[in-house]
């Protein structure tokens, strides 16, 4: 894990652990700005949603690069799927892949549903992950299939519908989310708070807890939240 972040609290009035604090709240869960200010101050820390806005727009990019960058290495069946969402009344598409484990590998928000857009999220996870995937199940769309002959990428490409359920639903916090911000504004604020919410939701994400113990589980969720204090500096807190 990485050493502490003091230094990104630098001229703050409220400790590190406040604003780490709200930061967790406002990606972990589906929460509004005013409903992490309630939360707050029912806990006696009286602070704007306004300010805690600018929390997650700093402070959030700086965490969630840190946990993709010390993550452990993903899996190598990758599951990519698009889902239409309206931004400023206009359609946009959202796409993602998710490892055979339900990690999510990247997100990208594009106006095309067509081969540029699947070609470009594609470059994008190559340039992230550095390797290309043993197997690629995407559904019947022809987009992935041109833009994996463009790339001339000698990868195994399965189109099933039925075999991207993982990828369908990654979307499903996306869903719940455009209902508490009552949609997203911009192309571009969406892009900033799925890449953030995404990153946080994996180091949270538990394959398979149906199959867990309740033990298995507790332990899970401790190692993530310890993971979660040296990430944001906040150790010596716990």
Same mark, same amino acid.
């Given at each position: 894990?990485?050493?502490?972040?003091?230094?990104?609290?630098?001229?703050?009035?409220?400790?590190?652990?406040?604003?780490?604090?709200?930061?967790?709240?406002?990606?972990?869960?589906?929460?509004?700005?005013?409903?992490?200010?309630?939360?707050?101050?029912?806990?006696?820390?009286?602070?704007?949603?306004?300010?805690?806005?600018?929390?997650?727009?700093?402070?959030?990019?700086?965490?969630?690069?840190?946990?993709?960058?010390?993550?452990?290495?993903?899996?190598?069946?990758?599951?990519?799927?698009?889902?239409?969402?309206?931004?400023?009344?206009?359609?946009?598409?959202?796409?993602?892949?998710?490892?055979?484990?339900?990690?999510?590998?990247?997100?990208?928000?594009? +106006?095309?549903? #067509?081969?540029? !857009?699947?070609?470009?999220?594609?470059?994008?996870?190559?340039?992230? @992950? /550095?390797? =290309?995937? *043993?197997?690629?199940?995407?559904?019947?769309?022809?987009?992935?299939?041109?833009?994996?002959?463009?790339?001339?990428?000698?990868?195994?490409?399965?189109?099933?519908?039925?075999?991207?359920?993982?990828?369908?639903?990654?979307?499903?916090?996306?869903?719940?989310?455009?209902?508490?911000?009552?949609?997203?504004?911009?192309?571009?604020?969406?892009?900033?708070?799925? +890449?953030?919410? #995404?990153?946080? !939701?994996?180091?949270?994400?538990?394959?398979?807890?149906?199959?867990? @113990? /309740?033990? =298995?589980? *507790?332990?899970?969720?401790?190692?993530?939240?310890?993971?979660?204090?040296?990430?944001?500096?906040?150790?010596?807190?716990?």
């Amino acid at each position: 894990m990485p050493p502490p972040v003091n230094s990104l609290y630098r001229r703050h009035r409220f400790p590190p652990e406040v604003i780490a604090y709200a930061v967790w709240l406002y990606f972990r869960f589906p929460l509004s700005l005013r409903m992490v200010e309630e939360m707050l101050a029912a806990r006696g820390v009286d602070v704007t949603y306004e300010t805690i806005r600018r929390w997650a727009e700093k402070f959030g990019r700086d965490f969630s690069s840190n946990i993709r960058r010390h993550a452990p290495q993903r899996g190598d069946k990758w599951r990519r799927d698009e889902v239409v969402v309206s931004i400023a009344a206009k359609k946009h598409w959202l796409w993602r892949a998710v490892d055979q484990d339900g990690f999510v590998l990247d997100v990208l928000v594009q +106006s095309r549903r #067509d081969r540029k !857009a699947a070609r470009r999220l594609m470059r994008k996870l190559l340039r992230k @992950t /550095a390797r =290309a995937p *043993r197997v690629m199940i995407t559904d019947k769309l022809p987009s992935y299939g041109a833009a994996r002959r463009d790339m001339t990428l000698k990868v195994e490409h399965r189109q099933h519908k039925g075999l991207i359920n993982r990828a369908e639903n990654s979307h499903q916090p996306t869903r719940r989310r455009e209902r508490i911000m009552k949609r997203f504004k911009s192309a571009r604020q969406a892009q900033r708070f799925l +890449s953030i919410h #995404d990153q946080v !939701a994996n180091l949270f994400h538990l394959p398979r807890p149906e199959h867990q @113990t /309740a033990n =298995a589980r *507790r332990a899970h969720r401790a190692r993530a939240i310890a993971a979660w204090r040296e990430i944001t500096g906040t150790a010596r807190a716990a």
